[in-house]
Structures are given as structure tokens and as C-alpha cells.
């Protein structure tokens, strides 16, 4: 028998607190002090629906894998449930009306068209989330302007009639020498979350990394793969080595082939446009962990069970527990890269975490640059697979990078504006204008071939100076979201 919405709302405190979650009520009583968002915001709903935070935020096994079956207490007549009358939004009405009216998809030509419309039409928690970065955001617009230091030598008269883009990274032939890098809370952008992604790199074959804190399970995204599709993973390392040890290899038995462990998040940076919004969903449930401070954003609403400890005696560690490739992910500079060489990491992501974490921290472009001469230099560049992500809007960086020796290029908050602003269509079409400029930038290069790219063809030396003014990208200052002080608090009504 149904329970009615009486029986749940006599549960509203933390002495029993029951919430209803897809018309079923369960008691979260127990599971109050370990919810990584913190109880606050659990306790805000008890005894009533809770479903619309919920869903945003938590991938649907959420439930099955972290509270106990003897807590789930069945289905709910929602009938006999009181419906929360909510105050109508003028911001979000304005929202709403600005997606009726955002451009044709076929208007968009470049990375940054999606961009500028998902800040648009996307919920103000939803852009703050995606779009903030580090304290003063330098190393996030310094990972896009970094590229143009970089300038071309191109060769000619070269038969660049039929020009290959595909190549291989970590063992596996793909189409482009791009992949979907890993980023969190995909359901904030569109209702469908990951899957959405996965669906496109299908169409395009391009890899997807999947993210520990994904709105998604993993197993929806490796459910929505197919035929031969090529999916990693990215992992947030627990305190908890049980909980790491069971997520590793619940992946590799779903069959992602490359495990790519964040090294560059002991601790989450400040992300100011993210705090200002006051985050209070519950967090991703991916990894159980402990509470914190809701009102500090979404990045910290989702984040505490990272553990600040690991370090490089725990490589091994990753090595003895799978089969799958062991690559570092925010490795920062050479000396680094010669040290994950030494433990046998199979390669590393020089990556400032899309400037997320330490602000005024080098481009991932720079780092490579240094990089790749010192590991030439000592024989050591087939050693290790060399990949790059931050600040990619156009075929041109992913060039650049492949120039300088990198092995593939992440790209990231591109795929999640394209996914809010126009679903799976807008992912296809974002990389489908990668591929078309790339086509047609490898042809102006004279290359024929991704494997023919070499650092003989760019200048990289003004890369390494900062203080030179770098060439004004309109487009990108266009859609960059300026960091603004606090607003006045409104007058006192009398």
C-alpha cells in the first residue's frame, strides 16, 4: 500500500527525516551527516518531495548505492502530497523567453556562438557553475590567449588533397585527436545530463572521459555508448581507498580503457561567480563523503570527499588495482612529467584545471612547450603519452598543441555550452566545426596528415613572455562573464 503525504511529513526533523524522491519515500535519518552537501539542505526538504533538487544533481543509482534497502520505504500516493506553492521568478520568466527567441543552430559558426548563448538562456546557477574559475580568472583567459603566442610557419606545396585527422591515443584509433574531457553536473545544462555527450561522441567518434561527479551514473553513460565507442575515466580520489578501489574497477569491467586521476584538487579553488550564487542542491552522490558549506557554491556543495592526501607513493597503488592505463590529470610542469615518468604512469593532462584551481598558474600550452624538449632531450618523449586540455576554442589550438607533441587535446566547458544551449544537436555540430576547421587549417598548414604536424611549424617563443600584449580576441571577450563586486543589499522595507 501507497503511503500518504501525511505519513511523510510527520518526518521533518533531524531526529527522522524522511524525503520523497520519484514518487518514493525514504529515510535519510542516518545518512544526514555523511551527505557531501551537507544536512542543511537535506533537512530543507523533509517530509516533502524533494524530487526537483534531486534530479539536476544525482545520478539516478544514487539512492541504490548509498542508502540501505531497509531505508527505502516505497511508493507515495503524490496525490495526497501538498504541492509547494512556488513564487513566480521574473528572472527566470525572462530566461524562458530568451530560449524562445535564441538564434537557428545553424547560426552558429564557432565555439564561442554556443557559448555566448548558453550564458543567455542557461539558469544563473547553471552558468555560474560552468563558467566561473579561479579568483580573478586570470589563468582561465590566460588558457585561451596563451594560444595566440603561438604563430604559424606554414610549408607549401604540399598535396593536401585528402587530409587525415584521425590518430591514436592511448592505444585506440579515433577520428579526431580531440576528446570530451571530464566536467561535472551535466544535468544543470540540459535535463538529460552526460548522456547527451556520449551520444555525440558516438556520432563523431570522438572519446569521452567520464567524470567522477556526473549528474549521471556511469553505468547510463556506458549504457548510452555504441558499437566500439571509446569511453575513459576520470577519477576524484576518496578518502575513502574501498570506495576508489570499487569505482576503478566497476569501470573497467563496463570497459573504459584509461583511467585519468585528478592530481591538481587537494583542495577546491574559489570560484566567485559560483559562490555568489548561493548553491544549495544537494551535491553529487557519486562518492560518499562528508559535510560542507553549501553556500559556497556547487564546486564545494559537491567536492568534500577528495582526499588532500594523496601523493605519488599512491601511483603504484592505481597500477596494482587495474589493467586500464594510469594517466595523471593536472600535472603543471616538467619536472612533474619526469616524475610520472619514474613511477610508470602511462601519461599525464598538463591541465590547470580550465583555471579552476590556482589562479595565475601557466596555461597547459606553455607547460607543454617546456615539456616536450626536456623529454625528446632524454629520450623519454615515447615513454609517455603527453595531453593538454584548457582554453581550446578553435581547430588552430588543437593544432598548436599537436605541433608541440601532445598526444590529443580535452576540450570541455565548449560541449557543456553547446549541450545547454541546443542539446545533442549543438554537441554534434560544435564538433562538427572542429573538424571542418581543422580540415581546412591542416590544408593552409600543409599537412596532410595529423602525424606530419612537428614544432617545425609554429613560433612558440613569445609563449614564454607575458608581459607582451597578446592579439584581442573580440569573441572571446565578447562571451567572458567579467568578475563584478557584491551588489548593493536592497532597501529595508518598512
Known amino acids: 500500500m501507497a503511503l500518504k503525504g501525511g505519513d511523510i511529513e510527520q518526518h521533518n526533523d533531524a531526529k527522522s527525516c524522511w524525503v520523497i524522491i520519484h514518487g518514493k519515500a525514504y529515510d535519510v535519518t542516518e545518512f ?42 516505497g511508493p507515495v500516493d503524490m496525490d495526497t502530497v501538498a504541492k509547494e506553492v512556488k513564487e513566480e521568478d521574473p528572472e527566470e520568466a525572462g530566461r524562458l523567453e530568451r530560449v524562445d527567441q535564441k538564434p537557428l543552430l545553424s547560426q552558429c559558426y564557432n565555439l564561442f556562438d554556443f557559448e555566448a548563448v ?32 603561438i604563430w604559424f610557419r606554414p610549408q607549401v606545396l604540399v598535396d593536401v588533397e585528402n587530409v587525415d585527422l584521425s590518430t591514436t591515443m592511448l592505444g585506440t584509433k579515433c577520428s579526431v585527436p580531440f576528446y570530451v574531457t571530464a566536467t561535472a553536473l551535466g544535468k544543470l545544462g ?23 561527479m556526473a549528474s549521471c551514473s556511469l553505468d547510463e553513460m556506458v549504457d548510452a555508448r555504441r ?32 583511467l585519468f586521476i585528478t592530481v591538481d584538487a587537494p583542495q577546491l579553488g574559489r570560484r566567485e561567480k559560483d559562490m555568489r550564487t548561493k548553491f544549495t542542491d544537494k551535491g553529487s552522490d557519486v562518492q560518499s563523503g562528508q559535510e560542507t558549506d553549501t553556500s559556497q557554491g556547487a564546486a564545494r556543495a559537491i567536492s568534500s570527499f577528495i582526499d588532500p592526501s594523496l601523493s605519488w607513493k599512491d601511483v603504484p597503488w592505481f597500477k596494482s588495482i587495474t589493467k586500464m592505463p594510469v594517466i595523471l590529470k593536472g600535472v603543471q610542469r616538467v619536472e612533474d612529467v619526469l616524475r610520472a615518468v619514474h613511477v610508470g604512469a602511462d601519461g599525464v593532462v598538463l591541465s590547470n584545471h580550465g583555471g579552476r584551481q590556482l589562479d595565475t598558474a601557466r596555461s597547459a600550452i606553455e607547460v607543454l612547450a617546456e615539456t616536450m ?45 553547446a549541450m545547454g544551449a541546443y542539446g545533442q544537436e549543438g554537441v554534434e555540430r560544435a564538433m562538427q566545426l572542429l573538424k571542418d576547421e581543422m580540415e581546412m587549417d591542416m590544408r593552409l598548414i600543409g599537412c596532410a596528415s595529423v602525424h606530419d604536424l612537428n614544432p617545425s611549424l609554429v613560433d612558440a617563443k613569445g609563449l614564454f613572455v607575458h608581459s607582451n600584449p597578446t592579439p584581442v580576441d573580440a569573441l572571446s571577450h565578447s562571451v567572458y562573464d567579467a568578475l563584478v563586486p557584491p551588489a548593493q543589499r536592497p532597501k529595508a522595507k518598512l
Open 118 to 149: 548558453a550564458r543567455r538562456i542557461m539558469k544563473k546557477t547553471a552558468w555560474g557553475y560552468y563558467s566561473s574559475a579561479a579568483d580573478d580568472e586570470i589563468t582561465m583567459r590566460e588558457n585561451h590567449s596563451a594560444f595566440h603566442r
Open 190 to 212: 540540459h535535463p538529460e545530463g552526460e548522456v547527451v555527450l556520449t551520444r555525440a561522441a558516438h556520432t563523431h567518434n570522438v572519446i569521452q572521459m567520464i567524470p567522477t
Open 32 to 73: 544526514l551527516p555523511e551527505h557531501p552537501g551537507g544536512s542543511k539542505i537535506i533537512l530543507k526538504y523533509a517530509g516533502k518531495d524533494a524530487t526537483e533538487e534531486f534530479e539536476p544533481i544525482h545520478p539516478p543509482d544514487t539512492l541504490d548505492k548509498y542508502l540501505d534497502k531497509s531505508k527505502h520505504l
Open 373 to 417: 624538449p626536456v623529454l625528446r632531450a632524454r629520450g623519454l618523449q615515447d615513454r609517455i603519452q603527453v595531453f593538454v586540455d584548457g582554453g581550446v576554442r578553435r581547430a588552430t589550438d588543437v593544432i598548436k598543441a599537436l605541433c608541440l607533441g601532445a598526444s590529443g587535446v580535452g576540450i570541455g566547458r565548449p560541449f557543456l555550452y
Open 227 to 258: 558499437g566500439d565507442q571509446v569511453q575513459w575515466l576520470q577519477l576524484y580520489v576518496n578518502k575513502d581507498r574501498e570506495i576508489t578501489r570499487r569505482i576503478v574497477q566497476h569501470a573497467e569491467r563496463r570497459g573504459c580503457r584509461g
